[in-house]
């Protein structure tokens, strides 16, 4: 939102240096952004660290000039020669601006008119070069005639980007007045806060501002002249869902001319974010920035010549199945059948909060003209404007919640603007339905609950007083106040929650920064901790040191993103009933394909790639509408084994023993247990490099290398690309509470080599586990380090060679001990496996 500062003096007289200013609306709940300076000077010292931006006009190079006569150019015709006053001298000033072509030739002007001149030597934006680019004025000639200062357009003074014509201001501006202190501005960008709404307007700035700072609002009711006919039966009402329309308001002014606004209204608006149009289109914009209620003019006579000539019936309804609407951006919109929309007897005249309709629009030839305040139901409004893909200034407002009660206020606000500004009567009263009203919340606060909730001290008194600042009305009775609501607002609610909005205010007037620093006085709650979040951050950390990085994906997909993967037609899905997007209509089924998407969008990227995420998957259940969501781990690695540097050889790429190998270590530091892998045909995955992994008697997933096919749905690129998904409910119950810590031994260990020769079909993890058993408790260290097949040992053969590590806590190993370990590790493989040492 952005906030002129001479806008915001109408409604309040504060005189702050700009950064201290921006620091009291920032602590009152309504955060600078940004300060936009529009020729006032840049303040020396800004303690607060806000962002200026723009331009300084220079007291002595920047004035307010009349121009008196507009002479043709000798040598071009494109060019004019404007007779100046700018309060000391006359001037003959060289420009090109087309909205001077209408004076020229016509001799003295009987009604000067008033410019923004800068003299030579004063810095401003070039009107030519696209965006922002400083210039000086210096003396040149431009086809034979001397330059050397300018008659100025909006573009060069920082005001907008307007630079097609020069600024004409109005009639009143004084002549030789510092352009600064004629029109000098600052503008605030301020971001609104959903709940705080009611402040998307410079009343409603200006109320918090007035109420941070103890300063009275200037704000008074409109003084309209009623001097039309009455508006009784030349427009009719009908409401047919109050609880989508909970009020409308209708006023009518006639004999208007459409034309500009004063340029003070064209300037404010353009500073506020807005384009000016026309006078009476200005008067809605302008009363809304103002206000903050939202309102819509129709041509009164395109109503009437629809309704046959009679006076026109305004109907708000739901739209009928097929029925459409172009509105003002001249789009033709398919409407909902839960679009609300304010219609006549013809049909929709306008999506109602968000856009007016193209044919009911104002135009140069309108005289009579409808206005439009009104209220929605927040909801629809933001319902309708998202499946538009419409974002209005309207419906930014009616989205959030505007009280109903602005709805007259803002009519006969802006019906007085457009009086003043297009002529034209206005018909006696206005129509008004009220058939919703919401109820104003009043809540019962204590000065204890103050104490408690806040740390401070405030007596009823005290909090009746600050609470009045916001136009809150309060009843003091004794200890306690009674507090009802202004009309503006929506945000406060009742009980408890009431409470808490009202001490939210209280905190904001009292000062953040004078709340003191107190320790907790209720007594701390028993501290109980979380096993399985414990558990699973140490997972968490685990996999981090082991080198992979935590991705978070979207939980919402769809089913042929996920078909990539699973490749199963008609798989069952959470379905949303609203979902955000088209490739966000279910819940997933599988972590793993949201993990590999990462992959794909990424191994372009990095030359290794290496990720895990956990999270739930949503598998719906025939017999209940609620999904079970079981939690999920996925990791995947792609790319080399190591980053390419000039001092290493080259390690090649991740294969399934990198993805086994982080496997291992990761169950080692959590000191799982009894973990095995046993090859497995998945479809997923490559024949021959997969498996599945059990930790004791449970299974706990699958890992492997992507198959083939699968792998060509996706972009990924030539290195194997490797996955694995493990069910976290399995590992994370494994994780042991508490596990034995062994000694650094303090005897040396005995190492030595142990080749078998086993059938092929023997895997190395069952020589391993016979190894175990035949070992003890010496043997305390086992590696596989070679695997050997060749016509020496035989066919249907394969020779696996171990390094054995034993080691006695309490002394060191004789050699008799070692002799014997490895005898019972030779029987035991040779009774269980039917192994043979290799010579």
Not at 26 to 35: N, P, Q, R, Y
Not at 461 to 466: G, P, S
Not at 532 to 545: S, T
């Given at each position: 939102m952005k906030i002129p500062l001479s806008w915001l003096k109408d409604y309040i007289d504060v005189n702050l240096p700009l950064p201290h200013l921006?620091?009291?609306?920032?602590?009152?709940?309504?955060?600078?952004?940004?300060?936009?300076l529009v020729g006032l000077p840049a303040p020396q010292d800004d303690g607060h660290g806000f962002k200026f931006t723009?331009?300084?006009?220079?007291?002595?190079?920047?004035?307010?000039?009349?121009?008196?006569?507009?002479?043709?150019?000798?040598?071009?015709?494109?060019?004019?020669?404007?007779?100046?006053?700018?309060g000391t001298e006359e001037l003959v000033v060289l420009t090109g601006a087309p909205n001077l072509y209408p004076y020229k030739d016509r001799g003295a002007l009987a009604q000067p008119l008033k410019v923004a001149y800068a003299r030579e030597g004063a810095q401003l934006y070039d009107g030519h070069q696209p965006g922002q680019v400083l210039t000086t004025l210096k003396r040149t000639k431009i086809r034979g005639v001397e330059s050397?200062?300018?008659?100025?357009?909006?573009?060069?003074?920082?005001?907008?980007?307007?630079?097609?014509?020069?600024?004409?201001?109005?009639?009143?501006?004084?002549?030789?007045?510092?352009?600064?202190?004629?029109?000098?501005?600052?503008?605030?960008?301020?971001?609104?806060?959903?709940?705080?709404?009611r402040n998307a307007c410079v009343v409603g700035v200006a109320r918090e501002l007035a109420a941070q700072l103890d300063m009275p609002l200037k704000k008074s009711a409109p003084k309209l002249a009623w001097d039309g006919p009455s508006i009784e039966g030349q427009v009719y009402l009908q409401i047919s869902d109050p609880e989508l329309n909970p009020r409308f308001v209708l006023g009518l002014l006639r004999g208007v001319t459409p034309g500009a606004s004063p340029y003070w209204v064209q300037r404010r608006l353009r500073l506020a974010g807005m384009r000016p149009i026309s006078n009476v289109v200005d008067a809605t914009n302008y009363a809304m920035l103002a206000l903050g209620e939202p309102l819509h003019a129709f041509d009164y006579d395109v109503l009437v010549k629809r309704a046959g000539g009679k006076p026109p019936t305004i109907i708000t309804r739901t739209a009928k199945p097929g029925e459409k609407l172009t509105t003002l951006d001249d789009v033709e919109r398919d409407l909902n059948d839960h679009t609300i929309l304010v219609c006549d007897g013809a049909g929709a005249l306008s999506l109602a909060g968000v856009m007016g309709g193209l044919e009911s629009e104002v135009t140069p030839e309108t005289r009579n003209v409808l206005l439009e305040g009104a209220s929605w139901n927040f909801i629809n409004i933001r319902r309708t404007s998202g499946e538009q893909r419409l974002l209005s200034e309207a419906s930014y407002r009616f989205s959030r919640g505007i009280h109903p009660a602005l709805a007259q206020e803002g009519v006969e606000l802006c019906l007085?603007?457009?009086?003043?500004?297009?002529?034209?009567?206005?018909?006696?009263?206005?129509?008004?339905?009220?058939?919703?009203?919401?109820?104003?919340?009043?809540?019962?606060?204590?000065?204890?609950?103050?104490?408690?909730?806040?740390?401070?001290?405030?007596?009823?008194?005290?909090?009746?007083?600050?609470?009045?600042?916001?136009?809150?009305?309060?009843?003091?009775q004794g200890e306690s106040v009674f507090v009802k609501t202004p009309p503006h607002r929506l945000d406060i609610g009742s009980g408890l929650t009431g409470k808490a909005d009202l001490l939210e205010e209280l905190a904001r007037l009292y000062g953040y920064d004078n709340i003191p620093a107190?320790?907790?006085?209720?007594?701390?709650?028993?501290?109980?901790?979380?096993?399985?979040?414990?558990?699973?951050?140490?997972?968490?950390?685990?996999?981090?040191?082991?080198?992979?990085?935590?991705?978070v994906t979207y939980r919402l997909t769809s089913p042929e993103r996920e078909a990539r993967l699973l490749a199963v037609a008609d798989a069952p899905y959470v379905r949303l009933a609203n979902p955000i997007a088209a490739e966000r209509t279910v819940m997933r089924r599988s972590l793993l394909a949201s993990t590999l998407e990462v992959i794909e969008k990424?191994?372009?990227?990095?030359?290794?790639?290496?990720?895990?995420?956990?999270g739930p998957v949503f598998l719906?259940?025939?017999?209940?509408?609620?999904?079970?969501?079981?939690?999920?781990?996925?990791?995947?690695?792609?790319?080399?084994?190591?980053?390419?540097?000039?001092?290493?050889?080259?390690?090649?790429?991740?294969?399934?023993?990198?993805?086994?190998?982080?496997?291992?270590?990761?169950?080692t530091g959590l000191h799982v247990e009894r973990v095995g892998y046993q090859p497995l045909e998945h479809p997923v995955f490559h024949p021959g490099k997969c498996a599945a992994v059990q930790v004791g008697e449970?299974?706990?997933?699958?890992?492997?290398?992507?198959?083939?096919?699968?792998?060509?749905?996706?972009?990924?690129?030539?290195?194997?690309?490797?996955?694995?998904?493990?069910?976290?409910?399995?590992?994370?119950?494994?994780?042991?509470?508490?596990?034995?810590?062994?000694?650094?031994?303090?005897?040396?260990?005995?190492?030595?080599?142990?080749?078998?020769?086993?059938?092929?079909?023997?895997?190395?993890?069952?020589?391993?586990?016979v190894i175990r058993q035949g070992g003890g408790k010496l043997l305390v260290d086992l590696q596989l380090f070679d695997i050997y097949r060749g016509a020496q040992i035989g066919a249907g053969k394969k020779s696996l060679a171990y390094k054995l590590t034993y080691q006695a806590q309490d002394h060191t190993l004789k050699e008799d001990e070692v002799r014997q370990a490895r005898n019972r590790i030779i029987r035991r493989l040779e009774q269980a496996l039917g192994a043979s040492l290799r010579a």
């Open positions: 921006a620091h009291e609306l920032t602590m009152c709940g309504l955060e600078v952004d940004e300060v936009e723009g331009i300084t006009w220079q007291r002595d190079k920047f004035v307010v000039a009349e121009v008196r006569e507009v002479m043709p150019h000798p040598n071009a015709d494109r060019l004019v020669l404007c007779r100046l006053f700018d050397f200062s300018m008659v100025c357009s909006e573009k060069e003074l920082g005001i907008s980007e307007e630079h097609e014509g020069v600024i004409i201001l109005d009639p009143d501006a004084p002549t030789g007045m510092p352009l600064v202190d004629y029109m000098g501005d600052a503008v605030f960008e301020i971001s609104i806060l959903p709940n705080m709404i007085g603007y457009m009086a003043a500004w297009s002529g034209g009567e206005i018909a006696a009263g206005l129509v008004d339905a009220y058939p919703n009203p919401p109820p104003d919340a009043e809540v019962e606060l204590s000065a204890a609950e103050v104490r408690r909730g806040l740390g401070i001290q405030l007596t009823a008194d005290e909090m009746a007083t600050l609470l009045r600042r916001l136009e809150f009305t309060c009843t003091v107190t320790r907790l006085g209720d007594e701390l709650p028993p501290q109980r901790g979380n096993p399985l979040q414990e558990k699973e951050e140490l997972l968490r950390d685990m996999l981090v040191r082991l080198g992979l990085q935590e991705t990424n191994n372009r990227l990095r030359e290794r790639l290496a990720i895990f995420e956990i719906p259940q025939p017999d209940t509408e609620l999904p079970v969501e079981q939690q999920r781990l996925t990791i995947a690695l792609t790319g080399l084994r190591l980053p390419q540097a000039w001092d290493q050889r080259p390690q090649g790429a991740l294969d399934f023993y990198d993805m086994k190998g982080i496997l291992e270590a990761l169950f449970q299974p706990a997933g699958v890992l492997g290398e992507l198959h083939p096919q699968v792998k060509a749905r996706y972009d990924f690129g030539n290195h194997p690309v490797l996955a694995a998904e493990l069910d976290l409910g399995v590992i994370l119950g494994a994780v042991p509470f508490r596990y034995d810590a062994v000694a650094v031994p303090a005897y040396p260990p005995a190492l030595e080599d142990l080749a078998v020769i086993v059938p092929e079909e023997t895997t190395a993890q069952q020589v391993a586990e």
